[in-house]
């Protein structure tokens, strides 16, 4: 199938509805969108996994939808460094920001890019850095304690930046990172109770939001 085909049964399976639902969570992209739930779009991925050059053809629709399916069918092997950039560079919701989180967090440069989006000031690419944070702990079985003590002084670091996308991504690193285990949890409260001390409304709110969820 190619990507005008799957433009086209995009554009069957959006609706005005639809595209009020993902309003009134704050989806609102600067480019068209169609309203496709995110179920859907999984499940019209299953038939092109890891169909690299179609995904890079969705993604220079510049349909919100169609981005979204190209990080589900993308293939983390072939995603280059610079494509990745490129792509974060373009995201303009929470909902697109995350699925490519969810793509990168999956590639051998995901700790490098989540270190490095976690410094930059655009509120969509700072969520993407600890988006990809929160997506290789619940991902990245594999992967050593160390690889994620070292994202804590990027939590510490950007707790103090109040923009809703950027906080609620930061809370989500800290709790996914510590409920990896017992090990890490430790490390992740006791980051939080640090974070409380802070000044920063933003970090009180975050340190709250983390300490609920790690100490159920």
């Not at 220079?60 to 974060?88: C, G, K």
């Not at 929160?134 to 003590?149: N, P, Q, S």
């Not at 409920?179 to 975050?206: D, Y």
């Amino acid at each position: 199938m190619t990507s005008s085909e799957l433009i086209s049964q995009l554009r069957s399976l959006g609706s005005e509805a639809g595209i009020a639902g993902q309003k009134r969570f704050g989806i609102e992209p600067k480019t068209p969108l169609l309203g496709v739930a995110v179920p859907v779009l999984r499940d019209l991925a299953k038939a092109h996994r890891l169909n690299h050059p179609l995904a890079l053809d969705l993604w220079i629709t510049d349909i919100h939808d169609a981005r979204i399916l190209a990080t589900f069918i993308a293939d983390p092997a072939r995603l280059t460094r610079d494509q990745s950039e490129r792509w974060v560079r373009e995201c303009d919701t929470w909902a697109l920001t995350d699925a490519l989180a969810f793509l990168v967090d999956r590639t051998p440069f995901a700790a490098t890019k989540a270190h490095l989006w976690s410094t930059r000031q655009g509120e969509f690419m700072k969520r993407a850095g600890f988006a990809v944070m929160a997506g290789m702990a619940i991902h990245r079985k594999e992967l050593t304690d160390d690889v994620f003590l070292a994202f804590l002084p990027d939590i510490v670091r950007e707790s103090g930046d109040d923009r809703l996308y950027v906080k609620k991504a930061v809370s989500w690193a800290l709790r996914q990172i510590g409920k990896r285990n017992p090990a890490l949890r430790k490390a992740a409260v006791a980051e939080a109770k640090r974070i409380a001390k802070l000044p920063a409304p933003s970090a009180r709110w975050i340190a709250k939001d983390a300490l609920a969820d790690l100490k159920k």
